[in-house]
């Protein structure tokens, strides 16, 4: 059984920068499968950053340019960098294959942005 566990958030002012953590304990198939989903209080959850290919990475329109996935293969983790985060952002980040979710869900890392 795979759980995956994200961390990394926290309360941070508009413009400020955060990196999250997805480090799934248990064998998956790839890290390079993986992406970051969200959850702001009263919206369905949202796919914002994934790898698509070995090589290649999406965003939704809302980070781009923002936001950066990453990946470290020898610690089996997958990162989200956050950079001039916005109020809007604020949410419940979490970690899981895409772009079909086959994993059950971790508890997410609670991300807070004011303004």
């Known amino acids: 059984q795979v759980h995956l566990v994200e961390s990394g958030g926290d309360l941070v002012q508009a413009g400020g920068s955060l990196r999250l953590s997805c480090a799934p304990s248990g064998s998956i198939l790839s890290i390079n499968t993986m992406g970051w989903y969200r959850q702001a209080p009263g919206k369905q959850r949202e796919l914002v950053a994934h790898?698509?290919?070995?090589?290649?990475?999406d965003y939704a329109d809302s980070v781009k340019g923002r936001f950066t996935i990453l990946r470290d293969n020898a610690k089996h983790t997958v990162y989200l960098q956050m950079n001039s985060l916005k109020p809007e952002d604020t949410a419940v980040y979490y970690c899981?294959?895409?772009?079909?979710?086959?994993?059950?869900w971790g508890q997410g890392t609670q991300v807070i942005v004011s303004s």
């Open positions: 899981n294959t895409s772009p079909m979710v086959l994993l059950p």
């Open positions: 790898f698509t290919s070995a090589s290649t990475t």
